[in-house]
């Protein structure tokens, strides 16, 4: 039976030891790595891949043969076979399309010794932030998997079951492929939750991939595992990988003042945007869901860049903030919170603004 490991942050170590698991969507993934730049553990084609077309490409359903028709088919273009009595063209170029799995949420973990993997995790990221300082064996991931979908509960849903929230769940060793392509080649490419970029090989990740019923389920969950040692055994925490340099207190910084000024002109376009979903009586309510899940989806990006350049700020925001926004709802407060932390350190009324 093989070990696996985690590398987590040292301030996270007793959670997890504790069996408090978080687990965190695709998308945050994908977000990650676009809003901060990091590259380890964020990944931009996260459950997702991309067919691509750079050069002028005319698709014509008069001349175009079955096989053409095909290879277009497992790209999501249809063209019928009798379509060519209508001549009709198209023409591709500078462009990209997005191939998404379902929204999951996961949990990952190693499968390299812990040698190799503290020298992954812990010593080659270039950028002390993003560098983990503790690890954490996992002692049997097959059994993990099954005591956490027969015992877990949820933070966020306290009266309910994993099978209520979610239609299972999986543990897989990654598959590591390229996951764009051209758009006229005839390879597939994975849009799995199980396939990342062989860039990412050399992490040897595993996961447990956890698909909600919910397809806007919140971006992070907390499990809670009973008899958590069990299945985790620490092997190392507070390792000095140089999280008190200069250089960790400034990635990406920006004057506080400018990120709290932000905040508010973004708290007052998101609230003015959802009001004009309820301005008009005649609008069905199920169209102003669909309206208001536009705006969300619109403005996430732009709220998580935000939680991410305040958490940058110091250790004080770091400490305090989240790692990204809920939605919906919770994307307003969450933006709210960091406007009022932003606004006390400014002011010097608090060292600590209590969660």
């Known amino acids: ?16 030891l504790n069996g408090s698991i978080q687990i965190s969507s695709l998308a945050y993934f994908r977000y990650l790595e676009d809003e901060s730049g990091n590259s380890l553990i964020g990944d931009k084609l996260e459950g997702q891949s991309e067919i691509y077309q750079s050069s002028p490409l005319v698709i014509d359903s008069q001349s175009m043969g079955d096989a053409d028709r095909r290879r277009l088919r497992t790209r999501g273009v249809y063209i ?30 190693t499968s390299a ?37 027969e015992t877990a509960t949820i933070e966020e849903y306290p009266s309910a079951r994993l099978s209520d929230i979610f239609y299972s769940i999986r543990t897989g060793k990654i598959e590591y492929a ?43 969950l907390h499990l809670r595992l009973p008899n958590a040692g069990e299945y985790f055994r620490e092997v190392f925490r507070d390792r000095d990988v140089g999280l008190g340099t200069a250089s960790c207190q400034t990635v990406r910084q920006r004057p506080l003042q400018e990120v709290y000024e932000e905040c508010i002109v973004f708290l007052a376009a998101y609230q003015e945007r959802r009001s004009q979903c309820y301005q ?31 958490r940058m700020l110091g250790p004080r925001l770091y400490s305090e903030l989240p790692y990204m926004p809920g939605r919906a709802g919770p994307m307003l407060l969450d933006i709210e919170r960091i406007a009022e ?9 608090s060292d600590r603004v209590g969660r």
Request: proline letters at 4%.
């Open 1 to 16: 039976m093989s070990d696996f490991y985690k590398f987590l942050n040292s301030k996270h170590i007793d959670l997890l």
């Open 80 to 109: 019928s076979p009798t379509a060519g009595s209508s001549n009709g063209k198209v023409t591709l170029s500078d462009s990209t399309f997005v191939r998404r799995d379902a929204h999951s949420l996961i949990f990952s973990f």
């Open 113 to 149: 010794e812990v040698e190799s993997g503290t020298k992954i995790f812990c010593d080659d990221p270039p950028e002390p932030c993003f560098r983990y300082d503790a690890c954490v064996r996992i002692c049997d991931a097959a059994l993990l998997e099954h005591a956490i979908w």
């Open 178 to 220: 390229d996951k764009r392509a051209d758009f006229m080649e005839s390879r597939e490419v994975s849009a799995s939750a199980f396939v990342k970029s062989v860039a990412y090989e050399r992490q040897s990740e595993h996961r447990v991939v956890f698909v909600p019923k919910n397809s806007r389920e919140r971006d992070r």
């Open 280 to 310: 008009l009586g005649t609008m069905p309510s199920v169209q102003a869901i669909e309206a208001e899940d536009r705006i969300d989806d619109e403005m996430y990006p732009t709220a998580f860049r935000l939680m991410w350049e305040a």
């Open 341 to 349: 932390i932003a606004k006390r350190v400014l002011h010097g009324s």
